[in-house]
Nanobody, 125 residues
Framework: QVQPVESGGGLVQPGASLRLSCAAS????????MGWFRQGAGKEREWLATIRWMGGTTSYADSVKGRFTISKDTAKKLVFLQMNSLQPEDTAVYYCAATTTVVSAWPSAQYYNYWGQGTQVTVSS
């Protein structure tokens, strides 16, 4: 069992960058793949990216590929989501979640067992 905790959200202007962090407040990420999702107001939860803790395999949603980067710091036990060229449509609550599922199922939120509380990202001028 692991409890993800997100941080790093905030209010930024269009075109800005932001890096979100996800820490394990309880347990360890070593057995899991860690994903980032977001949910905008009135929208469904959207998968963004996932990274396998052991080995570092990554996968991205087409909607953010080339603009968002998922990474990890093994020593600090952190997972990051670097977001560049942010636009108002990126405004959402961003969640970190843990899964043990296979790569092909990474985009499906139902396969993630442990979720953080989320961090708000607002992109506005």
């Amino acid at each position: 069992q692991v409890q993800p905790v997100e941080s790093g959200g905030g209010l930024v202007q269009p075109g800005a960058s932001l890096r979100l962090s996800c820490a394990a407040s309880d347990g360890s990420f070593s057995r899991y793949s860690m994903g980032w999702f977001r949910q905008g107001a009135g929208k469904e939860r959207e998968w963004l990216a996932t990274i396998r803790w052991m080995g570092g395999t990554t996968s991205y949603a087409d909607s953010v590929k080339g603009r968002f980067t998922i990474s990890k710091d093994t020593a600090k036990k952190l997972v990051f989501l670097q977001m560049n060229s942010l636009q108002p449509e990126d405004t959402a609550v961003y969640y970190c979640a843990a899964t043990t599922t296979v790569v092909s199922a990474w985009p499906s939120a139902q396969y993630y067992n442990y979720w953080g509380q989320g961090t708000q990202v607002t992109v506005s001028s």
